[in-house]
């Protein structure tokens, strides 16, 4: 049935569900701070995919399990660093600085230097979404937004990957418990003593706009989209931190920031309709 929907739709759901997560687990930090989140959110992830699809590890090859284990942990990196990024730095800086990683992707993986116009393009609409340059610099809010954008790269390659070799929710099912424990490290110090009923029932709220329903959802896309394709689309984020802003925060964009949303828009539907994946030869999927 997902095969009916647009490619491009599925992975503009989840960038959708990822905002608002981003925005409502803010509300954890004081409670629990961004690492309990990060570690809270993916527990409960974990929890939901296992009832949802519990995975087979019989008769499964090392190099897939590895690829999992890797992505799991790049997942954990991803969530505990952004989180914190944007406990000290706005969140439309956090996301133009973490989308150099889909960025950097997109870059790579093009095999016609004529592609690569739709990364350049969505970098310049993303700086003038966001505009870095406006406000107070903190240096360790941007190294762990860079982080996050390394992560999120890494991510990209490796759920295509994933999601070639696993059937289903099994590659997540997998990722997800290895995500959480990842972020267990510094996020079981931060939350120790602070996890009451209401934390625990909100943890699992904001795990299904993050990582459940995204995750799902970019694994689908990434399925029936090349992974440069994927990486330009991801420019279309800020623009809906933007929008949010417009929508529930009042904050009204400049001329600039118009027409940055203008040029992401246009890089990520040009990049959409040249990144579709040729078939490839059929590979027995993981079980």
């Known amino acids: 049935m997902t095969q009916r929907v647009p490619a491009w739709s599925l992975a503009v759901a989840a960038m ?53 284990l890797a992505l799991g942990v790049a997942t954990g990196l991803i969530t505990t660093s952004f989180l914190a990024a944007i406990e000290r730095i706005p969140l439309g800086t956090a996301v133009a600085i973490e989308f150099l990683g889909p960025l950097g992707v997109a870059v790579l993986r093009s095999r016609s230097r004529a592609l690569l116009v739709w990364p350049a393009l969505a970098l310049v609409g993303v700086l003038l979404l966001t505009q870095p340059w406006h406000g107070t610099v903190d240096p360790l809010g ?61 943890a699992f709220g904001l795990a299904l706009l993050l990582p459940v329903i995204p995750f799902s959802l970019e694994m689908l896309a990434l399925r029936r989209l090349t992974t440069a394709a994927f990486g330009t689309l991801m420019a279309l984020e800020p623009a809906f931190g933007l929008l949010m802003g417009v929508l529930l925060l009042a904050q009204i964009p400049g001329v600039g920031q118009v027409l940055g949303v203008a040029l992401v828009v246009a ?21």
């Open 267 to 287: 890089a990520g539907v040009g990049a959409e309709r040249t990144g579709h994946r040729e078939p490839e030869p059929a590979v027995p999927l993981v079980e």
């Open 16 to 68: 959708l569900s990822v905002q608002v997560g981003a925005a409502l687990s803010v509300r954890l930090f004081d409670q629990v701070g961004a690492g309990g989140t990060a570690w809270l959110r993916l527990t409960a992830g974990a929890v939901i995919f296992l009832l949802i699809s519990r995975p087979r590890l019989r008769g499964l090859q090392w190099p897939d399990l590895r690829a999992a």
């Open 142 to 202: 941007i190294a762990l937004a860079a982080v996050a954008a390394v992560g999120w790269g890494t991510y990209i390659v490796l759920t295509q990957h994933i999601g070639d070799r696993f059937a289903g929710l099994q590659g997540l099912s997998i990722t997800i418990p290895v995500a959480a424990v990842t972020a267990a490290f510094i996020g079981v110090p931060q939350a120790f003593g602070n996890i009451t009923w209401q934390v625990v029932v909100a």
